[in-house]
Structures are given as C-alpha cells and as structure tokens.
C-alpha cells in the first residue's frame, strides 16, 4: 500500500541554524509534492509544490529537493527563527488521481 | 477574498446521530476536498467533489457522505456518528487543471466531538 514517511515526529534546533526535514514515500508515483505548515489549531498552509521533472525549488528561505529515484524529499529551512516552529507536512499528487496524500508530519521547535 | 471557510468551528455530538459540516472554496476555485485528521496525525482524505461530482474517494465507509453546490460551496455528511469519528474535519479548495489539483488552500476546519 501506499506510505509516506516523514523522518521524525519532532525536530529540536537552534535558531539561525538550517532546518532539514525529510519526507520518504513507497508504492507510488507522484506527479508531485507538496510541503506545508500546520499551525495547533489550525488547517494547514501551502508553502511550496515540485514536480516530478524538477530537482529543487527555492521560496526565500525555503527549499525543497525532489529525488524520484530515491523516492524522497528534503525540506530545508536556512536561518531558522522560533517562529518557523510548527509542523510541516509532506504530501503527494499522483496525475491521474485527485487526492493527494499526507505525511504524518514533522513538529518542528526553534530554540531561541 | 475571504479564503476558505468552514461552519460550524466546534461540534458536540452523541454516538448515533448524524452531523453536517459546511465549506465555502476560495473565490475562483472549483474543486473541493474533505479530510479527516486525527490527532497527531496528516490529513486522510476523504473524498473530493469536482462539478457537483464526487470525483475520488478515500478509504471511509459510506456513512461518509458529501455534496457540491453549483455555487462550488460543499457539505460532508456523517451518519451513525461513532466515536472514533471525532477529529478535525478540514475542508480543502482547488482549482483543477488539466487532470491535477493546483496547490490546495485550507480552511480552518471544524473540530467535531462524539461523546
């Protein structure tokens, strides 16, 4: 069956360091993925999309990598602050299929 | 543009009743999608409604039930309510183009409880 793991359920780091989150997936061949914030709370909060045919997007201090053959992405965070600090949560999209499927996600805490 | 929005914010309800969630997309979008998250955990999708359509389903029982608008705005029904059910109901928008789901915009969800 399809999973989607993400490296660790929490992250401690220290501020102005890079944070790297890690999202691995088996049995499925996404046409894309998607990084987002989730606040307590909260819904969750798109913060970036990567093809399939893209190696690496980058949106300020955010980037991602995208390694079909590794069947992972990276999430880093440079210069982090504490208010960086929520869960981030991985999700896939397939072409031919209009659900897209979710992570457990990352709780992510920026120590000042 | 008010984003989406999602009614009720909280619900209390008793095993066996029936509840009714309600989504309002994002302007300009036309495809929603209704998650379920459980604590601690991602969002599992439930279904997604695309032209007053249900358009993919995701691994829930058919107590699980939903409609669009022509207004694009969507309703999730749950009959039966167990308590299992309780957990926060995000309603997601869209736009679809081509066969895939631009980036997605949430609502805040409505965190419902079945005591």
């Known amino acids: 069956s399809q999973k989607i793991e993400q490296n660790s359920e929490a992250l401690n780091i220290q501020e102005g360091k890079t944070a790297t989150l890690t999202c691995n997936y088996t049995n499925y061949s996404p046409a894309y993925l998607q990084w987002y914030r989730q606040d307590p709370g909260r819904g969750p909060v798109f913060l970036l999309l990567i093809r399939e045919n893209e190696k690496e997007k980058r949106k300020e201090r955010l980037k991602v990598t995208f390694d079909t053959t590794l069947k992972q992405s990276l999430f880093h965070i440079t210069a982090s602050q504490p208010a960086d600090s929520a869960t981030y949560l991985c999700a896939l999209g397939a072409s031919s299929a209009s659900k897209i499927i979710f992570g457990s996600g990352t709780r992510l805490s920026i120590r000042p | 543009d008010a984003g989406v929005t999602q009614s009720p914010t909280h619900l209390i309800k008793t095993r066996g009743q029936q509840v009714t969630l309600r989504c309002s997309p994002k302007?300009?979008?036309?495809?929603v999608s209704w998650y379920q998250q459980a604590l601690g955990q991602g969002p599992q999708f439930i279904f997604q409604y695309y032209e007053e359509e249900e358009r993919q389903r995701g691994n829930f029982p058919d107590r699980f039930s939903g409609h669009q608008f022509p207004n694009y705005s969507s309703e999730l029904n749950v009959n039966a309510l167990l308590l299992g059910d309780s957990a926060l109901y995000l309603c997601?928008?869209?736009?679809?183009?081509?066969?895939?789901?631009?980036?997605?915009?949430f609502g805040q969800g409505t965190r419902l409880t079945v005591v």
């Open positions: 302007s300009g979008h036309d495809t």
């Open positions: 997601a928008s869209s736009l679809l183009q081509g066969r895939m789901n631009t980036e997605a915009f």
